[in-house]
């Protein structure tokens, strides 16, 4: 628990030009890919050059709009990494790349094989002493029973997914034991009963705005707690939230067009621990 968040390495993966048409979202918004492009060099830059994170970049595949969305295809925790089957058949085969990456990394691979079971990785809170799952559009029952199999050391619980695409759509880690949740009905409903199953007592940090809640926390050597969070330009109510914050290192990382397609910070990296602890 101690080095929680005690991320070296981050995979993170190209836009396709394909994602302006032909992404999935829930709304219809306009895409503008060059900009999209430069936001997602940003984000990429802060995990390389202000963080040190040693990042394998994946190609971009035009045959798979969503693809940038890598934190969709795996669950890393410890020495193992669960390649998922996400829910959107389009989806599929974004997991293949995936797998080679973490297997290049020397991970202990577990794929879902079984073809009832679907998973995104955008369900999926781990706090660094137990994963809640959301169980939303995307991940089903077979797919959490098959999570938990993978990650036995750590307690699973299920949590509905009431409006909106994942679990992590309106909240994330921001701290050690500190959840950041958005105040919309639907996710102050799903935080309500995380507080009732969970093992342990969390802090929340409470935004105005859902997809705020989406933020990228770490906790690195050298660096101590840092935190990627939306932009003032995007979101004012809730960046004055994050601005408040004192213990953390923060970057305001620009994200207003992937959220056009449902996909919000966390979306873009899968981040590992290779550091033996
Ligand atoms: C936490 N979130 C939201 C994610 N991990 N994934 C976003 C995926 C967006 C994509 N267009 C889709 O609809 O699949
Ligand atoms: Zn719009």
């Known amino acids: 628990m101690a080095s929680f968040g005690n991320f070296t390495h981050a995979i993170v993966r190209g836009i396709p030009a394909s994602l302006v048409q032909e992404a999935l979202r829930s709304s ?17 830059g802060t995990l390389k050059d202000e963080l040190g994170l040693q990042v394998v970049e994946l190609p971009a595949d035009e045959s798979l709009p969503d693809c940038v969305f890598v934190e969709d295809c795996a669950v890393v925790c410890g020495d193992t990494a669960l390649i998922t089957r996400p829910g959107a058949p389009s989806r599929r085969k974004e997991t293949k790349a995936m797998k080679s990456a973490l297997q290049e990394l020397n991970f202990k691979i ?26 939303s559009k995307r991940t089903n029952h077979r797919g959490i029973e098959i999570l938990a199999g993978a990650f036995k050391d750590y307690p699973v619980s299920t949590l509905p997914v009431f409006e909106g695409l994942h679990l992590k759509s309106f909240c994330s880690m921001a701290g050690p034991d500190l959840i950041a949740f958005g105040s919309s009905e639907p996710a102050q409903k799903t935080l309500k009963i995380l507080q009732q199953t969970g093992d342990h007592h969390y802090k929340t940090l409470i935004l105005p705005d859902d997809a705020a809640a989406n933020c990228v926390f770490m906790n690195l050597s050298g660096k101590g707690q840092v935190l990627l969070h939306c932009t003032p330009e995007e979101y004012p109510n809730s960046a004055k939230v994050f601005e408040r914050l004192t ?31």
């Open 247 to 277: 213990d953390h290192l923060l970057f305001p990382v620009p994200n207003s067009e992937m959220s056009k397609v449902d996909g919000g910070l966390s979306c873009c990296s899968v981040l590992i621990s290779k550091t033996g602890s």
């Open 110 to 135: 577990v794929e879902m094989k079984d073809d009832t079971a679907t998973l995104d990785g955008g369900d999926v809170l781990f706090t660094g002493r137990e994963f809640f799952v959301g169980l």
């Open 28 to 44: 219809l918004c306009q895409v503008d890919l060059v900009k999209a492009q430069h936001q997602l060099q940003l984000h990429i």
